[in-house]
């Protein structure tokens, strides 16, 4: 009999297939980051755009300024833009609540 030439048992294969299916898809799941757009003054904006920055489609803020977004897990940053203002970049990798202050177009000092 030749010792290399073992049978693995059918547990132990349906196991390592059960890890690799769950790692597979813990990696491909979306997360919820939420938060609220405001003026630097501190007012909420309302219908601000939030997207994920490289992918298609998002939200816009609700009346009081917050809103909340589902990103895939691998996202890094969301862009916010709103009429009137200076669109930013927020980075969203350590965190899923994000507070953003928008610089309206005429506060940008062009130099």
């Known amino acids: 009999m030749n010792p290399f030439k073992k049978a693995v048992p059918a547990n ?3 196991v390592l297939i059960f890890f690799i299916l769950f790692t597979f898809v813990a990696n ?9 757009v405001t003026s630097k003054e501190g007012t ?3 219908d601000a ?3 994920v920055v490289g ?3 998002g939200v816009r803020t609700a009346a009081d300024g917050t809103f909340s977004i ?3 897990a691998n ?3 969301l862009q916010i833009s709103y009429v009137g203002s200076v669109t ?4 969203i990798t350590s965190g899923t609540n994000v507070t953003v202050a928008l610089t309206t177009t005429s506060q940008v000092q062009i130099n």
Do not use: C, H, M, Y
């Not at 491909?28 to 609220?36: A, E, H, L």
């Not at 930013?88 to 980075?91: G, L, P, T």
């Open 12 to 14: 132990v294969i349906f």
């Open 28 to 36: 491909s799941q979306n997360r919820t980051v939420t938060g609220t």
């Open 44 to 46: 909420p904006l309302a």
């Open 49 to 51: 755009s939030v997207t």
């Open 55 to 57: 992918q298609k489609g």
């Open 70 to 72: 589902s990103v895939p």
């Open 75 to 77: 996202a890094k940053q």
């Open 88 to 91: 930013e970049r927020v980075d």
